[in-house]
């Protein structure tokens, strides 16, 4: 997994930044505006906005002293096709079963590579 995807991964993660995304999906947004949405406070938007920005999910215009948030499309497609190329490393829609443990057929293998047995019942 690469890092922009760990970034987008953790932004959405957050039921706010969630929120924030859906009422851009909708139409661009000044933080009075998702403030007065949201409910939360102008730092906290401020904050959440930030990390949605960095994950590159929001674009950003400014005019004057003012600046307009919307969803960064581009961004999300991105995130998606990336995801989708990370499931499909996963062998996630593949019928076969995955490899068997090396453990399964040499029950020695922690003490082996340097660890206490215990390691390996946990």
Known sequence: MNEAMSNVLKALSDTHR???????????????EIINVIG???PAVSHHLKTLKQ????????????????????GLRDFFNQFHC??????LFSDGDP???????????CELLGFSKTVCEE
Do not use: H
């Open 86 to 91: 990370f499931l499909q490393d996963l062998a």
């Open 40 to 42: 939360l406070s102008q």
């Open 18 to 32: 969630q929120n924030i995304l859906k009422l851009l999906s909708e139409q661009e947004m000044g933080v009075c």
């Open 99 to 109: 490899k068997p443990s090396q453990l399964r057929q040499n029950p020695n293998l």
């Open 55 to 74: 994950a590159n999910l929001v674009a950003t215009d400014k005019q004057g002293k003012i600046v307009f948030y919307s969803l960064n499309k581009e």
